[in-house]
C-alpha cells in the first residue's frame, strides 16, 4: 500500500536522560522522517532516578511514561529494547539484567569499566541472543564511513601508520569538583578510567574498523590534579583517573599507531582527528570540521598532486541522500540517527549492525593493556 507506513512498533525504554539521553531521543524521534524502515522506534518509557525530572524529561521528549528504578523498566513486557545511557559503572549490571528479560540493548560506550566486565557482557547478550549494539557513533558520520569505503576498496595499499587524537580542555581547573551529573567522568568509581575509555576509546574503536586489530601497545598516562573535592561525599578525595594519555602501538596489519587524549590541551573542546597514510594515498578527518574527507593520491599526475579536500555531502556520498539535497550540510546528532537506523535494518534483515558488544569488547581489551602499560612502563599485549 503505497504511501502508508507499515512500520512495526520498537518499543524503547531508556535509561539515564543527560548528555546521550537527548541524542538518542532525538534519533529514535527523526529516524523514520529520513529512512524507510520495517520498525519505527516508539519512545515508551524513561527511567532516571529522580521521577519528577524523568517525568518532566518524558513530557518534553514525547516519552509515553517514566520510571525512577531500571530494575522496573527492564522488567516491563512492552518493552522490547534497552538504551543505557547512564555512567559506565551502571553498563554491565544494566545490561547484564536486560538480556536475561530478553531485550534487545543498545548500550553507551565504552562497553564496560575494564574487559572483565566486558566478557561477561558478551556472554550475557550472546547467550540470550538478543539484538545488542555499541553507541561508537563517529563510525557513521559520512566522511568516517566514506573512509571505511576507501579502505576497503584497497585504494591506500599497505597501510603504514594511523594516528589519532582526542583533545579536550575543560579539566585544567583544580576547583572542579569529581562525581555527579557530567562530572562523574572525574570520578574512576564511576567512569573506570579517565580519557582512555571516555576519549581514547572512540579513537580506538574507529581505528579498528578501519585498520584492523591492535596486538601491542606502550602507554603513557598522567594525572595532573591529583585530589578533588567529591560532589557526592563533600570530601576531597584522591582522583584516580588518567588525565591524559598518549600511546604508540603495533596494528595486526603490520602499520604503526599513535594515539594521544587529554583534557588539559587548552584551547580544544573535542578536537577528534585520524590520519591514515598507506602507500598510494593518504586520508585525515577532522570532527570539528566533520564533513571534509582530506585526501591525497600520489598516484595522480605529478604537476596537479595535492591534499583534495572532499565535501561528503554528495547524493552518492553514504547517508547523505537521506537528507537534503547535494552540498547541504548534517551534523553531530545525525551520526545516532544514523546508527538507529541500521540497527533496525539490521535487526530487520536479520544482520546485526556493529559495533556489536563483541566488537566493543575489542577496543575495552585495547584500553585495558593501554592503561596496564602506562602504569607498568612497558609493552603490553592487548
Ligand atoms: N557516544 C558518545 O559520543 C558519547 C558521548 C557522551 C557520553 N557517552 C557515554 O554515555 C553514557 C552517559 O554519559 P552522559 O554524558 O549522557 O552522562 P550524563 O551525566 O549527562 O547523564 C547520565 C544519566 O544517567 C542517569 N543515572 C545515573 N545513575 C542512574 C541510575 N542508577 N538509574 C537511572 N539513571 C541513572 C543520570 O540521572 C543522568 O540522566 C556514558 O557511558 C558515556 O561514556 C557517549
Redesign the pocket.
Known amino acids: 500500500m503505497d504511501g502508508i507506513d507499515m512500520a512495526k512498533n520498537f518499543n524503547i525504554g531508556m535509561?539515564?536522560?543527560?548528555?546521550?539521553?537527548r541524542a538518542h531521543s532525538n534519533a529514535y524521534r527523526k529516524v523514520n522522517n529520513f529512512f524507510d524502515l520495517e520498525y519505527r522506534p516508539v519512545l515508551k518509557a524513561v527511567?532516571?532516578?529522580?521521577e519528577k525530572k524523568a517525568k518532566a524529561f518524558a513530557e518534553k521528549w514525547g516519552y509515553e511514561s517514566a520510571e525512577a528504578d531500571?530494575r522496573k523498566l527492564i522488567e516491563r513486557k512492552d518493552i522490547d529494547a534497552v538504551d543505557i545511557?547512564?555512567?559506565?559503572n551502571?553498563?554491565k549490571e544494566i545490561a547484564i539484567a536486560a538480556a536475561q528479560e530478553g531485550k534487545g540493548i543498545l548500550c553507551?560506550?565504552?562497553l564496560a569499566m575494564d574487559a572483565a566486565e566486558g566478557a561477561e557482557m558478551v556472554a550475557a547478550v550472546e547467550k540470550a541472543g538478543v539484538p545488542n549494539i555499541v553507541?561508537?557513533?563517529?563510525r557513521r558520520v559520512p566522511a568516517v564511513t566514506f573512509a571505511k569505503k576507501l579502505v576497503d576498496s584497497g585504494k591506500l595499499g599497505r597501510v603504514f601508520h594511523y594516528r589519532a587524537n582526542f583533545l579536550q580542555d575543560w579539566t585544567i581547573s583544580a576547583d572542579l569538583p569529581q562525581g555527579g551529573?557530567?562530572l562523574?567522568r572525574l570520578d574512576v568509581a564511576a567512569a573506570g578510567s579517565g580519557v582512555t575509555g571516555?576519549l581514547l576509546a572512540?579513537c580506538i574503536d574507529t581505528a579498528i574498523w578501519l585498520n584492523g586489530g591492535i596486538s601491542k601497545v606502550s602507554a603513557m598516562t598522567e594525572t595532573f590534579i591529583k585530589e578533588r573535592k567529591h560532589n557526592l561525599t563533600g570530601k576531597v578525595e584522591k582522583v584516580g583517573i588518567d588525565d591524559a594519555c598518549a600511546f604508540l602501538c603495533r596494528f595486526a596489519n603490520g602499520s604503526l599507531g599513535l594515539f594521544e587524549s587529554t583534557r588539559y590541551a587548552r584551547g580544544h573542546k573535542a578536537l577528534y582527528t585520524f590520519e591514515i597514510n598507506g602507500e598510494h594515498a593518504s586520508i585525515k578527518w577532522d570532527l570539528h570540521d566533520l564533513h571534509r574527507l582530506e585526501w591525497f593520491d600520489h598516484r595522480d599526475e605529478g604537476p596537479l598532486r595535492g591534499w583534495r579536500s572532499i565535501h561528503v555531502s554528495d547524493g552518492e556520498h553514504p547517508y547523505m541522500n537521506k537528507w537534503w539535497v547535494p552540498g547541504l550540510q548534517i551534523g553531530y546528532e545525525h551520526s545516532f540517527v544514523h546508527q538507529v537506523a541500521d540497527f533496525l535494518d539490521g535487526l530487520a534483515k536479520g544482520k546485526p549492525a556493529g559495533p556489536t558488544f563483541r566488537d566493543a569488547q575489542e577496543t575495552q581489551k585495547v584500553c585495558d593493556a593501554v592503561l596496564a602499560s602506562g602504569r607498568s612502563g612497558q609493552w603490553t599485549d592487548v
Open positions: 535509561i539515564g536522560y543527560g548528555f546521550m539521553g527511567c532516571a532516578r529522580d531500571w545511557c547512564t555512567p559506565n551502571l553498563h553507551e560506550k565504552p553507541w561508537y557513533n563517529y551529573q557530567a562523574w571516555d572512540h
